[in-house]
């Protein structure tokens, strides 16, 4: 069976016909590589359309009683992260920055207060909101107090104390600091009653539910992006294959027509 010589192939690619499906075929496959790129940027969207619903779900959410959903010293249910509940205690004196937290691109602290808790005497860690680096937020508020606020998981051990500040929000270096028992979760502030004093007058800038673990892309738009991908590959694929097939019989007729067992084309007269 004749192949054919990259010769050949040369000879095909450069004749106007194959140009001509080439560049049809490349056009094709911009067309199907902006498609992609375009379903991919849908995938980025519509993931951060679906962490905005679950933020404004979770803010509009009735708030149900902390005794409901955690007791003090339990494992804390990966489910609660976001949950709305609602407390009531009385803060303590014993304030400490959780340094290294930026917001809204600014760097900054958590202000992080013990409360304790009416009913079990257990400590809550709450999270007051945020304030800049070496702002000296107010203290909070006297006497017993009704807060509404949003679940977080207690974070991981850091390097500890340093006086008033700490780098993490860890239950298991809290106890040492705050007589127990303590929760192994910690509340987010969203209103309190009586209120804090607002972040015009000292106060911390409350901070919005927490955000959860990100998804990533929308897994149905990848997909489409793919597809795209490959039909654009596919295209230019078939124009070598074209390209191929069209040297091979250009091979095939410079040779001749077939040929008998004996070596005499098919059709010659003797």
């Not at 199907?32 to 790129?37: D, I, S």
Request: one cysteine or more; aromatic letters at 6%; hydrophobic letters at 45%.
């Amino acid at each position: 069976m004749p192949t054919q010589t990259r010769a050949d192939v040369w000879r095909v690619a450069r004749s106007p016909r194959m140009l001509g499906l080439l560049a049809v075929l490349l056009a094709a496959a911009v067309v199907c590589g902006l498609l992609g790129a375009w379903q991919l940027d849908r995938a980025r969207t519509r993931s951060a359309a679906a962490q905005e619903q679950r933020q404004a779900q979770m803010a509009a959410a009735e708030a149900v009683p902390l005794a409901d959903v955690l007791a003090p010293q339990t494992a804390f249910d990966g489910d609660l992260v976001g949950r709305k509940v609602s407390v009531t205690g009385t803060f303590e004196a014993d304030q400490l920055l959780v340094s290294g937290r930026a917001h809204d691109d600014v760097a900054g602290a958590l202000v992080l207060t013990p409360l304790r808790v009416a009913g079990t005497g257990a400590v809550l860690p709450v999270v007051r909101g945020w304030v800049p680096s070496g702002a000296a937020p107010e203290a909070a508020p006297a006497g017993q107090v009704s807060l509404v606020g949003y679940l977080q998981a207690g974070e991981s051990a850091g390097a500890g104390l340093a006086g008033t500040t700490t780098d993490a929000i860890s239950p298991a270096e809290l106890l040492h600091v705050w007589a127990g028992p303590i929760y192994t979760g910690y509340l987010v502030l969203a209103t309190s009653d009586p209120p804090q004093p607002a972040e015009a007058a000292g106060g911390p800038a409350v901070l919005g539910p927490p955000r959860l673990a990100d998804t990533g892309p929308n897994l149905q738009n990848v997909l489409y992006a793919l597809e795209w991908f490959v039909f654009g590959g596919f295209a230019v694929f078939l124009w070598w294959r074209t390209v191929l097939d069209e040297a091979r019989g250009t091979r095939r007729g410079a040779r001749g027509g077939p040929h008998d067992d004996t070596g005499t084309a098919v059709g010659d007269v003797t």
